[in-house]
Each structure stands twice: as C-alpha cells, then as structure tokens.
C-alpha cells in the first residue's frame, strides 16, 4: 500500500503544472521545470513534450531509476540508510 501524500506535498506537487480542467492539457511552471527537467532528461525524457497528466505519470515511472541513483549517491557511506533504501529498492 502507497503512503499518502501530506497536504504541504500535495501543494508542492500542484504547483509544479498548470492543467486545463476542460482539455486536460498541462504545462510545467518554472517550479515543476526546476523539479523535473533533470531527472528526466537523465532517463532521455524531453520535459517539453509531456502535455497530459498521464505523460508525467509515464515520465516519473521511466525516471525512476535517475531517482533512485540520486537517492543512493547521497546515502553512500551511510550503512543502515543503504540497507533501508537497498530494501526497497535493491541495486541491480
């Protein structure tokens, strides 16, 4: 089962798009550009592109390794927090 979000996340999340309720168009504002450029253009995602909510789901899911790597880089040296994240998330 998936953790909620807490509603500070929820708000954080939200303002990184814009979306048209109407034609379920989007786009990223300067936050969700800073958010998301990077780590999708590290897994070959062109962050222009993604028009529609489910563009950014595909997105998220496709980076999620470029993620994770981050994740581990900054745990390295750090044994319990390296076995916790290599718990979820074992190295291949």
């Keep these: 089962?998936?953790?909620?979000?807490?509603?500070?996340?929820?708000?954080?999340?939200?303002?990184?798009?814009?979306?048209?309720?109407?034609?379920?168009?989007?786009?990223?504002?300067?936050?969700?550009?800073?958010?998301?450029?990077?780590q999708f253009a590290r897994a070959g995602i062109d962050i222009r592109r993604i028009r529609r909510r489910e563009e950014l789901r595909t997105a998220?899911?496709?980076?999620?390794?470029?993620?994770?790597?981050d994740l581990q880089q900054m745990v390295k040296g750090h044994t319990e927090l390296e076995e916790v994240l290599n718990s979820v998330w074992p190295p291949t």
């Design 60 to 69: 998220c899911i496709r980076s999620e390794h470029v993620f994770v790597d």
């Design 1 to 38: 089962m998936l953790a909620k979000l807490s509603p500070e996340s929820v708000k954080d999340f939200h303002e990184c798009f814009i979306e048209d309720p109407a034609t379920g168009r989007m786009r990223f504002t300067a936050k969700g550009l800073a958010a998301f450029r990077s």
